[in-house]
């Protein structure tokens, strides 16, 4: 048989009790919902205003019911009662298969030489009255980016009259790792909750980094006492984001003339799940150079694909032959990338066909002093 604690249900009237002064007998819940084949028990509290023997009965019961009093583990006649520490006493009331629909009574007597105290308590016999378990979450949809992990808060919540150990399982689309455990115990599996109590559970879940944006289920399920309760969550993937910057060959040098500006191609690769808005260029050249780019706002690049930029680079008037950095750096709202481009500086092939040109010019002047003076 299933055991209901009376605490399950409390109809906001007291029981009547015939009491003798000094003598009481009483219960917190004197009136509860039963289902036919259920035992419930009570909890008395037997007060004297003296110490002293009290004998204790059940004189009133439906035909067919089981009563027993109980304290310290034992079936029990009676207790010795007094008014400073009463006496823990239960009532146990086996309530037949066959019960009819309907409000029946069981009366608890206490005497003692003198006098007695009686307890009349109801029992409202229905279909259904065990009561249900239930996960609540205030927040049950969660937002975010695909390398986010994402964390519920629920409530387990017992409805019924008895104690619960509920297996706690948690699942969510093929890849994704999904974790229900109780708040208080990060390694527990289950979770144990009293009879009308709550308690605390926690849903961690680890969407594959690569997942596409979109809206995804999360199911969450506690199991036990012949009870079961199931919610559902949601992630929202925004997207990953992500990006590459490089060149088109993935080479990072350039060539530059001194007094002139070389093109240097770039590439933008969105490697993440959302689109890349508003990706604006800039770079952090030498003293003097300058560095534009077309476009300098690349308006979109769409997951999985490339925008190529054209960057020129213009060095100083005065950058002397040699290797010199220049970092690139594009940025959207949500991620960046750089890349340092090594740009060579070479001397200008007008001074190069100048310094030909002279000594061409020397070498002639010194064959025609040749010609003029050498046999003299």
Known sequence: M????????????????????GLQVTTPYPAVAVEAGETVTFDLQVVSDTPQPVSLRVTEAPEGWTTRLRGGGFVIDGVTADSQEPPEVQLEVDVPDDAGAGTHQ?????SRPGGTSSLTLQLRVAEEVAGSVELVSEFPMLRGAADATFTFDLDLVNNTPEEIAFQLDAAGPEGWSVEARPTSEQQAATATVGGGETAGIQVEVDPPDDVTADTYPIQVRASGGGQEAVTELQVEITGSYAMTLTTPDERLNAEVTSGGSSQVALVIRNDGSAPLQGVELSADPPA?????FEPQVVEQVPPGESVRVMATITPSGEAIAGDYMVSVDASA???????????????????GLLGILLIILALGGLAWVFRRYGRR
């Open 106 to 110: 069981v009366t608890v007597t206490a």
């Open 288 to 292: 003097d150079w300058e560095v534009t």
């Open 333 to 351: 709202e949500q991620t960046s990338s750089s890349v340092d481009l090594r740009v060579t500086v070479q001397t200008s092939r007008l001074w």
């Open 2 to 21: 299933v055991v209901v604690a009376v605490t399950a249900m409390m109809m906001g009237w007291s029981a009547p009790v015939a009491a003798q002064a």
